[in-house]
């Protein structure tokens, strides 16, 4: 399938093997799903990575509306599989795509999500026009058309349908969903994230969990969100990350398929050196592949090397991201930035979003995160920490290094902040210290679930977590909660023979207007009067009381 176009923003997979396009050939993923019954294969890659292509392929091959038109497979490697033919247009299928659902509100979800099962109604009525349906059946598929559909209706919309394909055709439904997570990867607050789950997870199990009449499903996204216990919406969910050798030569360029792209596209063979060192790095299950996008563009703007990819996605490394991270994150992905080390870490491949952005969140759970988008390369050293994989994780290409100048900034910046801090503690300073505090907290994202914890002791102990994960330099090592006196300490950093001991005291507030010098005064006298400074190593200890709302800081020191 030698063609003169490259396919940017191509997804459509008939457009592309028909439209003079150069094209790999991924088609023998369809034998691969040919083996389910009864069952959900959930693939999840960075954005950009064919996903949405493979499963425009996989509509292609097993609808049965496109049984009269031209045959477009002919000549693809999936004609090689004898027993795929038999699944050829022979199913009815429906479509999602997910990255359409609105997520700012639940009433917009709600909205949204009736238009796309309005767009599923419509494909349904052009599949089964000409043949006997019964009469309720059409006034529902009708309704639906209409986004008349009530809320249980739209969540059980999915599962009536295959129900009527069956009863029509009598075949099961192939279910394709792509992009399923897209809604809920990027919204900070907890509160709202779980909102949204309870109206798409009800959903998914109708269509999957509870639905009879599927005979499979594929489903993409960026990572499985089994917090959430979305993956039990899922009928028997084969999860196929980035870890996994199922499906791990689907997605992404092999370079064997780079080295002949360069061959049919014309350029030297000497070139694929550098798209290895710019695109190349990723590793899923047993392979290492390319940055399909990447190395289309790459060979579209004649051969120019640049970072084309991380200017094309969602979420990774977004400013709230990196806010939020500790200096002990930020230091470690600046090292990886630069090529100095792998780390190793395990890696959680079903994560949510919001835990990610809590303040002193597990550095595990950063990496994980990343190594999900496609910003850090994991290797699968097979040891298990907690039940989950210990990998070595490290930097992808060079094209990915790019996009971690923000960090190493940002990492720099906070070794500033913590320098001054300490020294302004020292020097019993508390103008200088407000403002580092405050320097910290700046682009720190903070919405409702700050504002409206589910009590103070929850708000005051964000803070203290965020003020403990930056607040730490070579002669100190912080410690949380240490039972002193007749009470435990919010922060302590024990003295040594170069520094005195430091006691910290956070009290916050949810009120505006508050006087905040006053809190950060009461912190002080409950260091005093819960004796935390009379502890053995501790009674000449530099005491600290910050009081705090939302990003504002007032300070009060006593040596």
Same mark, same amino acid.
């Given at each position: 399938?030698?063609?003169?176009?490259?396919?940017?923003?191509?997804?459509?997979? %008939?457009?592309?093997?028909?439209?003079?396009?150069?094209?790999?050939?991924?088609?023998?993923?369809?034998?691969?799903?040919?083996?389910?019954?009864?069952?959900?294969?959930?693939?999840?890659?960075?954005?950009?990575?064919?996903?949405?292509?493979?499963?425009?392929?996989?509509?292609?091959?097993?609808?049965?509306?496109?049984?009269?038109?031209?045959?477009?497979? #002919?000549?693809? =490697?999936?004609?090689?599989?004898? #027993? $795929?033919?038999?699944?050829?247009?022979? =199913?009815?299928?429906?479509?999602?795509?997910?990255?359409?659902?609105?997520?700012?509100?639940?009433?917009?979800?709600?909205?949204?999500?009736?238009?796309?099962?309005?767009?599923?109604? +419509?494909?349904?009525?052009?599949?089964?026009?000409?043949?006997?349906?019964?009469?309720?059946?059409?006034?529902?598929?009708?309704?639906?058309?209409?986004?008349?559909?009530?809320?249980?209706?739209?969540? %059980?919309?999915?599962?009536?349908?295959?129900? *009527?394909?069956?009863?029509?055709?009598?075949? #099961?439904?192939?279910?394709?969903?792509?992009?399923?997570?897209?809604?809920?990867?990027?919204?900070?607050?907890?509160?709202?994230?779980?909102?949204? *789950?309870?109206?798409?997870? !009800?959903?998914?199990?109708?269509?999957?969990?509870?639905?009879?009449?599927?005979?499979?499903?594929?489903?993409?996204?960026?990572?499985?969100?089994?917090?959430?216990?979305?993956?039990?919406?899922?009928?028997?969910?084969?999860?196929?990350?980035?870890?996994?050798?199922?499906?791990?030569?689907?997605?992404?360029?092999?370079?064997?398929?780079?080295? +002949?792209?360069?061959?049919?596209?014309?350029?030297?063979?000497?070139?694929?050196?550098?798209?290895?060192?710019?695109?190349?790095?990723?590793?899923?299950?047993?392979?290492?592949?390319?940055?399909?996008?990447?190395?289309?563009?790459?060979?579209?703007?004649? $051969?120019?090397?640049?970072?084309?990819?991380?200017?094309?996605?969602?979420?990774?490394?977004?400013?709230?991201?990196?806010?939020?991270?500790?200096?002990?994150?930020?230091?470690?992905?600046?090292?990886?930035?630069?090529?100095?080390?792998?780390?190793?870490?395990?890696?959680?491949?079903?994560?949510?979003?919001?835990?990610?952005?809590?303040?002193?969140?597990? !550095?595990?759970?950063? =990496?994980?995160?990343?190594?999900?988008?496609?910003?850090? %390369?994991?290797?699968?050293?097979?040891?298990?920490?907690?039940? #989950?994989?210990?990998?070595?994780?490290?930097?992808?290409?060079?094209?990915?290094?790019?996009?971690?100048?923000?960090?190493?900034?940002?990492?720099?910046?906070?070794?500033?902040?913590?320098?001054?801090?300490?020294?302004?503690?020292?020097?019993?300073?508390?103008?200088? &210290?407000?403002?580092?505090?405050?320097?910290?907290?700046?682009? &720190?994202?903070?919405?409702?679930?700050?504002?409206?914890?589910?009590?103070?002791?929850?708000?005051?102990?964000?803070?203290?977590?965020?003020?403990?994960?930056?607040?730490?330099?070579?002669?100190?090592?912080?410690?949380?909660?240490?039972?002193?006196?007749?009470?435990?300490?919010?922060?302590?950093?024990?003295?040594?023979?170069?520094?005195?001991?430091?006691? *910290?005291?956070?009290?916050?507030?949810?009120?505006?207007?508050?006087?905040?010098?006053?809190?950060?005064?009461?912190?002080?006298?409950?260091?005093?009067?819960?004796?935390?400074?009379?502890?053995?190593?501790?009674?000449?200890?530099?005491?600290?009381? *910050?009081?705090?709302?939302?990003?504002?800081?007032?300070?009060?020191?006593?040596?």
């Amino acid at each position: 399938m030698i063609g003169k176009e490259y396919p940017e923003g191509t997804f459509d997979f %008939k457009a592309m093997v028909t439209g003079d396009h150069y094209f790999v050939d991924k088609t023998m993923m369809i034998a691969d799903v040919c083996k389910a019954v009864n069952k959900t294969f959930l693939y999840t890659r960075p954005r950009r990575f064919g996903k949405s292509t493979n499963l425009s392929m996989l509509n292609y091959y097993f609808n049965m509306k496109y049984i009269d038109e031209e045959d477009i497979f #002919k000549g693809l =490697y999936i004609e090689t599989c004898d #027993k $795929c033919e038999e699944f050829k247009n022979a =199913y009815p299928v429906i479509w999602m795509n997910f990255g359409d659902l609105a997520s700012s509100s639940s009433e917009m979800f709600e909205y949204s999500l009736s238009n796309m099962i309005a767009s599923v109604a +419509r494909d349904a009525n052009i599949i089964l026009e000409g043949h006997n349906v019964r009469p309720e059946d059409k006034a529902i598929i009708s309704r639906a058309y209409a986004s008349q559909l009530n809320p249980v209706e739209v969540r %059980k919309f999915i599962r009536t349908l295959c129900a *009527i394909y069956r009863d029509v055709f009598g075949k #099961k439904t192939i279910i394709l969903v792509d992009e399923y997570d897209h809604c809920i990867q990027n919204i900070h607050s907890r509160t709202k994230f779980d909102e949204i *789950i309870q109206l798409l997870g !009800p959903f998914m199990e109708q269509s999957f969990k509870f639905n009879e009449d599927i005979q499979f499903g594929v489903v993409t996204g960026i990572m499985p969100l089994a917090k959430t216990s979305m993956l039990s919406s899922f009928n028997n969910a084969s999860v196929c990350s980035i870890l996994d050798k199922q499906g791990d030569e689907f997605f992404g360029f092999t370079e064997e398929e780079v080295i +002949r792209l360069l061959k049919e596209t014309g350029n030297p063979p000497e070139k694929i050196s550098e798209i290895r060192e710019w695109y190349d790095g990723y590793r899923f299950g047993d392979k290492e592949v390319y940055n399909p996008y990447s190395v289309i563009m790459y060979l579209k703007k004649g $051969c120019v090397p640049k970072a084309y990819w991380v200017n094309m996605t969602g979420g990774g490394l977004s400013e709230d991201l990196i806010a939020s991270m500790s200096r002990e994150t930020l230091q470690n992905l600046k090292e990886i930035s630069e090529g100095k080390r792998a780390i190793e870490s395990p890696i959680d491949t079903a994560i949510a979003y919001p835990d990610i952005l809590r303040p002193g969140a597990d !550095p595990s759970l950063i =990496y994980s995160y990343l190594a999900m988008s496609g910003y850090l %390369k994991t290797i699968d050293t097979m040891e298990q920490v907690g039940g #989950k994989s210990l990998c070595t994780v490290s930097m992808v290409n060079k094209e990915v290094s790019y996009t971690f100048d923000t960090i190493v900034k940002r990492a720099t910046d906070v070794d500033t902040y913590v320098q001054r801090a300490v020294d302004a503690i020292c020097d019993v300073d508390p103008d200088v &210290l407000k403002d580092n505090l405050e320097s910290m907290l700046s682009g &720190l994202a903070m919405d409702e679930d700050w504002v409206k914890a589910a009590n103070d002791t929850e708000l005051h102990n964000k803070y203290r977590d965020v003020f403990m994960a930056y607040l730490m330099d070579p002669l100190h090592t912080a410690k949380e909660e240490q039972p002193f006196g007749i009470g435990r300490t919010d922060i302590c950093f024990p003295g040594s023979d170069r520094s005195r001991p430091i006691i *910290i005291e956070v009290k916050s507030t949810r009120k505006e207007g508050t006087d905040l010098h006053a809190l950060a005064k009461e912190g002080l006298r409950q260091i005093e009067s819960k004796g935390y400074s009379k502890q053995q190593g501790m009674r000449d200890a530099i005491r600290v009381g *910050i009081g705090v709302w939302m990003k504002t800081v007032e300070v009060a020191i006593e040596k």
